[in-house]
């Protein structure tokens, strides 16, 4: 079994030393003497969990800044499916590598993906070293005659996702209520059900979508779904942006995971009024993600953190409502929880995915609060070193291939426009 030894780095304002043995943080301890493979001296940096991305589209990261100031369903049906035609295998291949090497450089060590051409994806994804949770999309436009094409190929991938590495698992992605058949979701659901596996989905995103909704179905998205049986706690649900007491009442009752994307709603203009503290308050696990590329336009947990709490702060004129703490669970331990991914952690057993911060720069001067600093005061470039899995995935911000994934990129993504 390899082994790292982490000596002399700040956790949690102690200086300690972390041995990983395999893919798990095997002892924390203030003086460890071990002969490790791997010695990574921490002397001026802190260690943080990775942070676990709860949504995004990976290998929409070559389509960064493809639709500028569009909204939700103008970009939606007239520039992003448009331009998925397109896609080929290739460039979900070198997209989601973009996205890889961008999430490890800025401290990112898990992802809850939803995209196409999965095969491709998870090559990418297996071959960077990241953790993933990567779903088959079932995505319809409401039309039933392809539900049987689709269901063959959802049962074809879930059998090859069998022979995926133990860092990546296999979910049901239903792209959302408005964009998907009754009869496909029922299906979906119960394919997941049977099988244990997570939904993940895009739900309440927008005021049209809720208003759509209630004309068709009487009810909310959240309604809707209700009323079908398909939530649970195993549905993870992107936005959650445009919902009623009602609603928080319904996604209680069923511990549904709930995943917030400021940066992605703010752009898009879809909203901003999260209802965080009642959703808190309901006991539900809330969660952090970018959304993708073309939407969000990085994949960067820090700044989401950032803007989350500002947002939070100045809707709800309450500077109290999102405290340090909370705001680093969110992008770290919650989403390990709603994944069922022993991550985002530091303790002994946990999965060792780790980000080491370095804190030699103005933005940590004077470090008097370690957190504060890393989420109002600096930006991605503070992440030194990256460990996912027992394996190093960057060392003093450097990662493997990270020229030819570029070059790559520029290459591909000219055939898209
Ligand atoms: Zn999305």
Known sequence: MTSILIKDINLNNTTSDILIEGNRIKIISENIDFQADRIIYGTGKSIIPGFVNMHTHAAMALMRGIGED?????????????????????????????????MIKSGTTCFNDQYWRLPYAVKATEEMGLRSVQPFVILDLLDESKSEKLKVECEKMYELSKNWCDRNNFSIGIHSPYSVSEKMILWASEFAQKRDLLVHLHLSETKGENEESRALHGVSPIGYLEKLGVLNSKVIAAHCLWIDDEDIAILAKRNVKVVHNINS?????????????????????????????????????????????????????????????????????????????????????????????????????????????????????????????????????????????????????????
Do not use: H
Request: with cysteine.
């Open 70 to 102: 569009m909204s939700l369903m103008d970009w939606l049906y007239n520039k992003i499916w448009p331009t998925e035609s397109k896609l080929t295998d290739e460039m979900v291949y070198w997209g989601t590598k973009l996205a890889c090497l961008e």
């Open 265 to 417: 709603n703010l752009k898009i203009a879809s909203g901003y009024k999260f209802r965080y503290k009642e959703l808190k308050a309901a006991g539900l696990t809330i969660t952090l993600g970018t959304d993708g590329c073309a939407s969000s336009n990085n994949l960067d947990m820090i700044e989401t953190m950032k803007t989350t709490a500002l947002v939070q702060k100045g809707w709800r004129g309450d500077p109290t409502v999102l405290p340090l703490d909370e705001l680093i669970s969110l992008a770290t331990v919650n989403g390990g929880r709603a994944l069922g991914i022993k991550c985002g952690v530091i303790e002994e057993g946990y999965l060792a995915d780790l980000t080491i911060i370095d804190t030699n720069s103005f933005a940590f001067t004077p470090n008097i609060n370690f957190l504060a600093n890393l989420i109002y005061s600096a930006n991605s470039s503070c992440v030194d070193t990256v460990i996912c899995d027992g394996k190093v995935l960057m060392e003093k911000r450097v990662v493997e291939g990270e020229e030819e994934i570029i070059k790559m990129v520029n290459k591909l993504y000219k055939k898209l426009l």
